[in-house]
């Protein structure tokens, strides 16, 4: 399996509850809409010792599922219209185990 977690800085004017949740509801509700997305969950309330603002963790079949969910037009179109408009800074380690 591997694993894909991606942890973003969010611009300082898109810090909102709104935000992060559209982040959240829009990334989880790809379960089952991919070939090879196992899990998928996102982490939007943090400890105030925390230094980001949202956490992505995902569960993919294989390497090649991961690829194919990083151009998925359902994944895109999530990325694009949820996502990137409001973060900053953009962490990510992926890896097998």
Request: one cysteine or more.
């Amino acid at each position: 399996m591997v694993k894909h977690i991606i942890l973003w800085k969010l611009k300082e004017e898109n810090n909102t509850a709104e935000i992060k949740n559209g982040i959240k509801q829009n990334l989880e509700g790809l379960l089952g809409k991919i070939d090879g997305l196992i899990e998928i969950k996102v982490q939007t309330e943090c400890l105030e010792s925390s230094n980001v603002d949202v956490m992505l963790y995902s569960v993919f079949e294989t390497e090649e599922a991961l690829k194919n969910y990083a151009v998925h037009p359902e994944h895109v179109k999530v990325a694009d219209t949820f996502v990137r408009p409001y973060t900053a800074i953009r962490s990510c380690i992926d890896f097998e185990e």
